[in-house]
């Protein structure tokens, strides 16, 4: 028979489990591609609601330090590559009307978002500084 870990004593270094897990919920949502794409939500809403699951809100699995600089250049990365993934797929003539409802996004809503999530990343989540405000960027 094989022998029975326990976990309370094991001593396994957090940041290979976040690995771990982020890798198996990669490997999922990639296998599970066919499905996602024929349901109502989106990859980024699943990795949204695993990563609230995950996180302290849900079952304290993946623990993230508020002042780790990684995070915020992360965040920054990520940013960057949903904008330019969205502008890939953008087929637009280049005039005013067709982009219309894009200006209004841009410069209606975005400030919106990024106003609201200040204070509620500063004030309820005791964020630092401008981290809340990429929430609403992204």
């Given at each position: 028979m094989?022998?029975?870990?326990?976990?309370?004593?094991?001593?396994?270094?957090?940041?290979?489990?976040?690995?771990?897990?982020?890798g198996l919920l990669l490997?999922?949502?990639?296998?599970?591609?066919g499905w996602i794409t024929r349901s109502p939500f989106s990859f980024a809403l699943i990795y949204l609601i695993v990563g609230i699951i995950l996180s302290p809100y849900g079952f304290n699995l993946i623990q993230i330090r508020p002042g780790a600089g990684f995070l915020e250049k992360l965040t920054e990365i990520v940013v960057l590559i949903s904008l330019f993934s969205c502008g890939l797929k953008m087929n637009r003539?280049?005039?005013?009307?067709?982009?219309?409802?894009?200006?209004r996004l841009i410069g209606l809503l975005m400030p919106l978002s990024i106003l609201q999530w200040q204070p509620w990343g500063t004030g309820f989540f005791n964020y630092p500084g401008e981290q809340p405000s990429y929430w609403g960027q992204s």
């Open positions: 094989g022998r029975v870990l326990n976990w309370k004593h094991a001593n396994v270094d957090t940041y290979i489990l976040d690995l771990l897990v982020i490997l999922t949502v990639t296998l599970g591609s003539p280049l005039n005013l009307t067709s982009w219309g409802s894009t200006i």
